[in-house]
């Protein structure tokens, strides 16, 4: 086991936007921060969105561009560790000396070799499904996580390729002009002594194949709205332009539905996301604006748009661009065999009629919950969390960052629903606690 150890650090469990912030306001303050990240690459959900707020010409969160600096600069700090492909296996100690066990897993490619070239990628025989490309569905068994993943540096899928599968293959490394590829790596136990922690574990996505009569996965023009961001990003897989996955035509109707698997106990899910409202009415803006002349509806059970400049863009979105609202629940959604369009079956519930609805495309909002990872920490560190999964605080207006385990702070969506700006602000004011708490530590121990 490799230990990592130095006075005044902080381990900070993931690495989205909130921990980003929470472990620049740290580092440049001197602290050594130590970013711990499942995922390949840092940066959260946010990278896998669509910046486009700009061209909506109304105030609101955007998403990559003030936030990919940060990730940069982030990567590069002489003060932050970053550990990608991670996960905690184990927490104990209290304040001031905490102890971590992370398990690194191997990416099979060296992160100071790689330069990004893609020549390995190109190189590679072997395709599999790719979850993010839902046009062409396929990536290469060795693949960079996104097309704005940073690090900018791919991994393989070991169970795909033929090299593990049967030694016949080692096509990406003889493509490599730096040898990056390591087919001997292998996962890592690392330990780490914090003097804190903070949760910063985001989100996760409530699956809508789940809720069978809209038909997520069975009708394949039937897609979420984080598929809809992908698809109007330049980066995504169709380049900026909308398209149904059935025939690859640009639809002339779409239909939002929000809330989906939120608010409801049927899902066990009786809390509203917060900021599912204004992304779904950004983005029906943004269909209006690539495509004016699509038809383009939006079913809601209520609005909920707090925020500045929230008001001025749904009233800009429901007056001016013309995007239709239709305050009901549908209740089934049916694909018509031939033309591959899609019936929607509602009632609207301000003229108390049942109705229908023929669209060519449908895009569902899914509920934002905690991440599943919340109960394993809380278990490690013997944490308390609400009826929903999120982190309690033991007194939500003198210490809204607090945890109920002195030295260990939360930040971001693991608190709570809350959108881009306050999950960057609340990580400020926890880096703040940890500083607070790190310098009176050491004025103890001076004055002893």
Same mark, same amino acid.
């Given at each position: 086991?490799?230990?990592?150890?130095?006075?005044?650090?902080?381990?900070?469990?993931?690495?989205?936007?909130?921990?980003?912030?929470?472990?620049?306001?740290?580092?440049?303050?001197?602290?050594?921060?130590?970013?711990?990240?499942?995922?390949?690459?840092?940066?959260?959900?946010?990278?896998?969105?669509?910046?486009?707020?700009?061209?909506?010409?109304?105030?609101?969160?955007?998403?990559?561009?003030?936030?990919?600096?940060?990730?940069?600069?982030?990567?590069?700090?002489?003060?932050?560790?970053?550990?990608?492909?991670?996960?905690?296996?184990?927490?104990? &100690?209290?304040?001031?000396?905490?102890?971590?066990?992370?398990?690194?897993?191997?990416?099979?490619?060296?992160?100071?070799?790689?330069?990004?070239?893609?020549?390995?990628?190109?190189?590679?025989?072997?395709?599999?499904?790719?979850?993010?490309?839902?046009?062409?569905?396929?990536?290469?068994?060795?693949?960079?996580?996104?097309?704005?993943?940073?690090?900018?540096?791919?991994?393989?899928?070991?169970?795909?390729?033929?090299?593990?599968?049967?030694?016949?293959?080692?096509?990406?490394?003889?493509?490599?002009?730096?040898?990056?590829?390591?087919?001997?790596?292998?996962?890592?136990?690392?330990?780490?002594?914090?003097?804190?922690?903070?949760?910063?574990?985001?989100?996760?996505?409530?699956?809508?194949?789940?809720?069978?009569?809209?038909?997520?996965?069975?009708?394949?023009?039937?897609?979420?709205?984080?598929?809809?961001?992908?698809?109007?990003?330049?980066?995504?897989?169709?380049?900026?332009?909308?398209?149904?996955?059935?025939?690859?035509?640009?639809?002339?109707?779409?239909?939002?539905?929000?809330?989906?698997?939120?608010?409801?106990?049927?899902?066990?899910?009786?809390?509203?996301?917060?900021?599912?409202?204004?992304?779904?009415?950004?983005?029906?803006?943004?269909?209006?604006?690539?495509?004016?002349?699509?038809?383009?509806?939006?079913?809601?059970?209520?609005?909920?748009?707090?925020?500045?400049?929230?008001?001025?863009?749904?009233?800009?979105?429901?007056?001016?661009? &013309?995007?239709?609202?239709?305050?009901?629940?549908?209740?089934?959604?049916?694909?018509?065999?031939?033309?591959?369009?899609?019936?929607?079956?509602?009632?609207?519930?301000?003229?108390?009629?049942?109705?229908?609805?023929?669209?060519?495309?449908?895009?569902?909002?899914?509920?934002?919950?905690?991440?599943?990872?919340?109960?394993?920490?809380?278990?490690?560190?013997?944490?308390?969390?609400?009826?929903?999964?999120?982190?309690?605080?033991?007194?939500?207006?003198?210490?809204?960052?607090?945890?109920?385990?002195?030295?260990?702070?939360?930040?971001?969506?693991?608190?709570?629903?809350?959108?881009?700006?306050?999950?960057?602000?609340?990580?400020?004011?926890?880096?703040?606690?940890?500083?607070?708490?790190?310098?009176?530590?050491?004025?103890?121990?001076?004055?002893?």
């Amino acid at each position: 086991m490799i230990h990592l150890e130095k006075a005044g650090s902080v381990t900070i469990i993931g690495g989205g936007v909130a921990g980003i912030q929470a472990a620049l306001e740290m580092a440049n303050l001197g602290i050594l921060v130590y970013l711990v990240e499942e995922k390949p690459s840092i940066g959260g959900r946010i990278i896998e969105l669509n910046c486009s707020s700009c061209r909506l010409e109304v105030p609101m969160d955007c998403s990559i561009c003030p936030v990919i600096p940060k990730i940069v600069e982030c990567y590069h700090h002489p003060n932050i560790k970053i550990l990608t492909n991670a996960e905690i296996m184990g927490i104990s &100690g209290s304040a001031g000396n905490f102890q971590l066990n992370v398990l690194k897993r191997p990416r099979f490619v060296n992160e100071d070799k790689c330069t990004g070239c893609g020549a390995c990628t190109e190189k590679c025989p072997v395709e599999i499904f790719d979850a993010f490309n839902m046009v062409k569905g396929r990536k290469k068994a060795i693949h960079f996580p996104l097309p704005q993943a940073f690090p900018q540096v791919p991994i393989i899928d070991r169970e795909d390729c033929l090299h593990f599968r049967s030694g016949t293959c080692e096509k990406c490394s003889e493509a490599c002009p730096s040898a990056a590829i390591n087919f001997n790596d292998e996962e890592m136990m690392i330990g780490i002594k914090s003097e804190a922690i903070i949760l910063a574990t985001g989100l996760s996505l409530f699956d809508p194949s789940r809720i069978k009569e809209y038909g997520y996965k069975r009708y394949k023009n039937v897609i979420t709205i984080l598929d809809l961001e992908q698809m109007t990003s330049i980066h995504g897989p169709t380049r900026g332009k909308i398209v149904r996955i059935s025939d690859k035509k640009e639809p002339k109707s779409i239909a939002f539905i929000q809330c989906v698997g939120s608010r409801s106990r049927r899902t066990n899910n009786n809390f509203c996301s917060g900021i599912c409202c204004m992304y779904t009415a950004k983005d029906a803006a943004l269909v209006k604006i690539l495509k004016p002349e699509t038809e383009v509806y939006v079913f809601y059970i209520d609005l909920r748009v707090f925020g500045k400049g929230y008001q001025e863009l749904f009233n800009k979105v429901r007056n001016s661009l &013309g995007v239709n609202y239709i305050r009901g629940r549908p209740g089934g959604i049916w694909e018509d065999p031939e033309t591959r369009d899609l019936i929607i079956s509602f009632e609207n519930t301000l003229t108390q009629r049942a109705e229908k609805l023929r669209v060519e495309m449908v895009v569902l909002s899914p509920a934002l919950l905690p991440h599943p990872n919340n109960r394993r920490l809380a278990e490690f560190l013997g944490l308390e969390l609400d009826e929903h999964g999120f982190f309690k605080s033991p007194n939500p207006v003198s210490q809204p960052f607090d945890t109920t385990l002195k030295g260990v702070f939360t930040c971001g969506y693991c608190r709570g629903p809350r959108g881009i700006s306050e999950s960057a602000t609340q990580a400020s004011a926890a880096a703040g606690r940890v500083t607070e708490a790190i310098t009176l530590a050491k004025m103890g121990r001076s004055k002893a």
